[in-house]
Nanobody
Framework: QVQLVESGGGLVQPGGSLRLSCAAS????????MGWYRQAPGKQRELVAT???????YYADSGQGRFTVSRDNAKNTLYLQMNNLKPTDTAGYYC?????????WGQGTQVTVAS
């Protein structure tokens, strides 16, 4: 039983920053991949970034140069630092975990970028 709980979303002005957190609990394997998806209103859900247990990262084009994904393995916590936010970043952001061939999803946290 794995649970993922996101936090850190909210309303921010264009150009601002947010840091999302995802706290994982339960029986996590040492080798796993965690990441972030987002879904904007009327849009398909898209991958934002991933990071494996060794720290190898991947970024979708949408966040390259602005977003940084990191993790604290000791705390089983995933982060997404988002800088220079744009209105097009407005979406529900979802924490994901792939472990032992199984996928887990958090409930999501809303990010709204607007004036």
């Amino acid at each position: 039983q794995v649970q993922l709980v996101e936090s850190g979303g909210g309303l921010v002005q264009p150009g601002g920053s947010l840091r999302l957190s995802c706290a994982a609990s339960g029986s996590l394997l040492a080798v796993n991949v965690m990441g972030w998806y987002r879904q904007a209103p009327g849009k398909q859900r898209e991958l934002v970034a991933t990071i494996n247990s060794l720290g190898t990262t991947y970024y979708a084009d949408s966040g390259q140069g602005r977003f940084t994904v990191s993790r604290d393995n000791a705390k089983n916590t995933l982060y997404l630092q988002m800088n220079n936010l744009k209105p097009t970043d407005t979406a529900g952001y979802y924490c994901v975990l792939n472990s032992g061939g199984l996928g887990y999803w958090g409930q999501g946290t809303q990010v709204t970028v607007a004036s």
